[in-house]
């Protein structure tokens, strides 16, 4: 049975995430999960996208939003890229999740987050919130990352 996944990623690698959301589509691969990441971005009443960053209080239908999402999701899986170690929305959320989630999981929180790198980026730097909220990063390795997947978070 798939789990429910959010996926977090810096905006600039949009074209390579979409790549590996397309594994999960691919009948030879086993990646399987179920994607509760915003699929559009939240928009002010004009329609244009929310930009402000999470400390800014304009930003708040977007927080809320992903506060949504991470209620359906079981685990956080962080693709990171050249510059994702720099997003503050990548340390918000991964912040954010462990937070939701300690109340379920205790001190077994940190099993439900993982990062890994995008391919070609093997030497990308870490977000500093996966520290102590997180299983060990791993460099490009869907396979790897199927397996974690469906771990149960509670063990």
Not at 122 to 138: E, F, H, Y
Request: charged share 25%; proline share 7%; glycine share 6%.
């Amino acid at each position: 049975m798939a789990k429910n996944v959010f996926i977090s990623f810096d905006h600039d690698d949009a074209q390579q995430v979409n790549g590996f959301k397309l594994l999960k589509q691919n009948p030879n691969h086993p990646l399987d999960f179920r994607d509760h990441s915003l699929k559009e971005p939240v928009t002010d009443r004009s329609g244009k996208p929310i930009t402000y960053p999470p400390s800014d209080p304009k930003s708040k239908p977007v927080c809320d939003e992903i506060i949504s999402k991470f209620g359906n999701a079981s685990k956080l899986v962080v693709l990171i890229g050249a510059d994702t170690a720099n997003s503050d929305w990548v340390d918000w959320e991964i912040k954010t999740f462990h937070t939701m989630k300690k109340l379920l999981s205790g001190d077994n929180t940190w099993k439900r987050i993982r990062g890994m790198r995008l391919k070609g980026h093997d030497s990308a730097a870490i977000p500093s919130a996966l520290g102590g909220r997180s299983t060990q990063v791993m460099n490009w390795d869907p396979n790897a990352l199927d397996t974690w997947v469906d771990l149960d978070p509670y063990r």
